[in-house]
């Protein structure tokens, strides 16, 4: 006696079998999305890098007394591991320079806060040579926390709305600088001259992470072509001929 | 003052240096104005007779008026307990001075700090690269002629600030003091 | 993982490599860089780095008023801010020819043996850190933070306390602050045997730390360095007894050396100066009530105050060594040139790049701590 299994399902039909379409996938996506950023924002790490007046005040706010851990946030040493770059305070020029190439080096989603009034608006050193006076023009700015320096419960509520922020899908200005990388180039260039550039290919990953717009490139990206060689994405063509 | 206030130990040395100057500031400060050329001697002097061993600081100050940089040089016996600062100017054009890195080796610091920021080249010394500027492409920015704020505002955007309630009270004749 | 438009830079064969040490290091005070030159571990060239940190505090203090300075100077050196409110304060005295009241004196000192407690607690910490003793590190922190508060409720702020004004202080010491005080050094003073048992005996530490970046005492002369570090050399050097400024003419204290001149010999000098500096406070506390009268001198009109003709040279033993500020005054409101002679701007230059020549590499950050050079004040 033979038994025949039933075939209870069509491939036209059966949603399992069914490759979902545009609108449904934008939908999954936009789960999975809620879902990593409610992950994210529950366990941060801050690059340990000490670039002003700021940092005398970190040791207090990571350390015993104010315990940072508890919110989940944590030094890290490396950029490619972490997720925030604290620029606590002012910014040389010759520092700003470190702190772009840390910045692209650091994966996205990344998150940039500004500590302290010199970062806003150049601070107590608003004449001064050597210092940037808005940080917002060369890099993007998640959130700014005011105060020269800001005391370590200001950061820590600095920190709780970054978190917030992040749940809600709210910090999202990493996006901006591939989207609009030719402006933030443009204020880099102008500062450091015309021969500026960085290891990083910005627009080959602004490509990869699907943010590529019209503001992505523009008379200043078209500057780092001399390097193309070196560092620079070709143009999508070429690249291929390479790889092949 | 006169000589005999002085220790003896400095107005033997203070005598072996033609055209010098000196007054008492406050206690333990004097102050000592020489010619440019004799002063390696008198930090030699000091330093071999009076036990002047610590160079505390070499200040350096621009006055474009005289079109002359003046070279302050601080020095501190451990045994004297007097602070000798020794007065020096020289002209701007070409602003060149020897370096005394061979009586005092501090004095390489300083001299490259003078030389990045005021422009002095001292000859001798071992060090004339820079070392705080060294991403900068300006004129040496201590320098009088040199604005700061100038080149802010050439430099760097800023963003003007006059939100709605600021603009409310300079219609009723308040407003930000300049 | 390599990117696709990785480029290989061909180099010519040679035992030697270079590293980058800093300026994003955590085993580095601040923000500073060093180029180091290696064979295996073994440093074979060195040169620092500076300026991260240049904000040009030397133009910018000219183009201010006398007294808007006083709210720049602290920012000079994070870690220890009130020598240079002091030090400042006092190159301006000289040259006004102000009159400090006696009450006001002794406010100052405590404050400055304040900062200086603060300041080693800090440093301690930093030393232990570079070799894994976190612990120590996170006790130096958190007790640091009682004196912070202390700071908070005499000044209104925790760093930048721009409490010390020329011809004075800005206000009197609130009710209860010197039973505050007294308690809390009292609480440190039981505390240090338990930082004995875990950091100054620790046989780990010891290891690590004897022998290593050793200073002779013609070294340290000949190299100008000064504070705690040459007081580690074995001699009795300090601005404090040589040249008086305030009451510490009037104040019984040691200066505490050891003979070594290596790390060890640095890190037990700051522990001894803590408690030197708490039996300064001791007594400070114990003569301060006696001491009647204003806190400030009468000051003109700030916003036009054209000090006279001449110039300054004050000089402070601050937490990390001697520190200086000249200025100069052309009869105008404003002043003609400040000269910041930082702290550190002997040991953290020339004497970390001959400390460390020769030696290996993972020295470089304890010989930095040990020495305390402090980026932001050589750079100013």
């Not at chain 2, 055209?19 to 071999?48: C, M, S, Y």
């Not at chain 2, 007065?87 to 061979?102: E, F, L, M, Q, T």
């Not at chain 3, 640095?266 to 009268?293: A, D, F, N």
Request: proline share 7%; aromatic share 10%.
């Amino acid at each position: 006696m033979t038994t025949n299994i039933p075939i209870t399902s069509d491939p036209n039909t059966d949603i399992a079998c069914r490759t979902p379409d545009m609108q449904e996938r934008s939908l999954l996506r936009k789960v999975i999305d809620r879902i990593a950023d409610r992950c994210r924002s529950r366990s941060l790490f801050i690059l340990h890098y000490c670039t002003g007046c700021g940092a005398i005040e970190l040791p207090p706010t990571i350390t015993s007394r104010f315990d940072s851990e508890r919110l989940g946030i944590q030094p890290m040493v490396t950029p490619r591991q972490a997720d925030i770059l604290l620029i606590t305070g002012y910014l040389s020029v010759k520092t700003l320079k470190r702190v772009i190439l840390t910045y692209e080096q650091m994966s996205a989603p990344k998150y940039v806060v500004g500590m302290g009034s010199c970062t806003i608006n150049g601070g107590m050193y608003w004449h001064s040579y050597a210092t940037i006076k808005r940080l917002q023009e060369y890099l993007p700015v998640d959130m700014y926390m005011a105060g020269c320096m800001p005391r370590p419960e200001a950061i820590q509520q600095g920190f709780l709305q970054l978190i917030d922020n992040i749940d809600k899908g709210k910090a999202i200005a990493w996006q901006d600088y591939y989207q609009q990388y030719d402006k933030y180039l443009a204020n880099q260039q102008a500062l450091f001259g015309p021969d500026w550039h960085t290891p990083t290919d910005v627009i080959a990953e602004a490509r990869h992470y699907e943010l590529f717009t019209e503001k992505t490139t523009g008379e200043h990206t078209a500057l780092l072509a001399k390097y193309a060689s070196k560092y620079v994405t070709l143009q999508h063509e070429e690249h291929e001929e390479i790889v092949k | 003052m006169s000589n005999q206030q002085l220790p003896e130990i400095l107005a033997a040395v203070f005598r072996e240096i033609p055209n010098l100057v000196f007054t008492e500031q406050t206690a333990r400060r004097l102050r000592v104005e020489l010619r440019p050329d004799t002063l390696p001697a008198l930090l030699e002097l000091l330093k071999g007779r009076a036990g002047y061993l610590h160079l505390s600081a070499i200040s350096c100050v621009d006055w474009p008026e005289l079109d002359e940089f003046e070279l302050v040089y601080h020095l501190w016996s451990y045994e004297v307990k007097t602070l000798v600062s020794a007065h020096i100017y020289i002209p701007k054009n070409p602003g060149r001075y020897v370096s005394v890195y061979d009586i005092f080796t501090p004095a390489a610091f300083f001299e490259r700090d003078i030389h990045e920021m005021f422009g002095v080249y001292f000859e001798g010394s071992p060090d004339m690269e820079r070392f705080i500027l060294t991403e900068w492409t300006g004129p040496p920015p201590m320098l009088k002629s040199f604005s700061s704020l100038g080149y802010v505002e050439e430099t760097f955007k800023w963003e003007q600030y006059s939100p709605d309630w600021l603009k409310e009270i300079q219609a009723n004749g308040g407003g930000i003091v300049e | 993982m390599r990117p696709e438009n990785y480029q290989p830079v061909e180099h010519p064969a040679s035992q030697e490599y270079e590293l980058y040490f800093g300026p994003n290091h955590p085993g580095i005070e601040g923000n500073y860089a060093l180029k180091v030159r290696l064979t295996g571990d073994e440093i074979v060239g060195i040169r620092a780095d500076g300026g991260y940190l240049h904000r040009g505090f030397e133009k910018i203090m000219e183009d201010r008023l006398w007294i808007q300075n006083v709210a720049l100077v602290p920012r000079i050196c994070v870690p220890d801010p009130p020598p240079m409110e002091e030090t400042y304060a006092r190159a301006v005295e000289m040259i006004g020819g102000l009159e400090v009241p006696e009450r006001a004196k002794w406010i100052r000192a405590m404050i400055l043996e304040m900062s200086r407690i603060c300041g080693h607690l800090f440093i301690l910490g930093g030393t232990a850190a570079p070799i894994g003793q976190y612990s120590n590190m996170f006790w130096g922190v958190a007790d640091r933070d009682y004196f912070l508060d202390l700071f908070e409720a005499l000044t209104g702020a925790r760093v930048y306390h721009m409490f010390i004004t020329p011809g004075g202080v800005r206000r009197d010491i609130p009710d209860g602050f010197l039973d505050k005080l007294s308690h809390i050094l009292d609480y440190l003073e039981a505390r240090l045997p338990e930082y004995d048992d875990l950091f100054f005996n620790n046989p780990v530490f010891h290891k690590r730390a004897e022998g290593i970046g050793i200073i002779t005492q013609e070294q340290a002369l000949a190299w100008g360095v000064t504070g705690p570090n040459l007081r580690a050399c074995g001699l009795a050097l300090d601005v404090r007894r040589d040249d008086p400024y305030l009451i510490y003419d009037k104040l019984e204290f040691d200066i505490p050396t050891e003979t070594s001149g290596d790390v060890l010999a640095r890190t037990m000098v700051r522990r001894s100066e803590i408690i030197e500096s708490i039996k300064i406070l001791r007594q400070i506390i114990q003569h301060l009530p006696q001491i009647k009268g204003p806190i400030r001198c009468n000051l003109p009109n700030p916003l036009a105050w054209n000090l006279p003709e001449g110039d300054a040279y004050a000089r402070t033993e601050a937490q990390k060594g001697e520190l200086a500020f000249y200025a100069v005054s052309t009869g105008g409101a404003k002043p003609w040139r400040v000269h910041v002679r930082g702290p550190s701007s002997m040991h953290a230059v020339q004497v970390l790049e001959k400390l460390c020549l020769g030696g290996r590499i993972e020295d470089i950050a304890l010989i930095m701590f040990s020495l305390d050079a402090c980026p932001p004040e050589v750079d100013r």
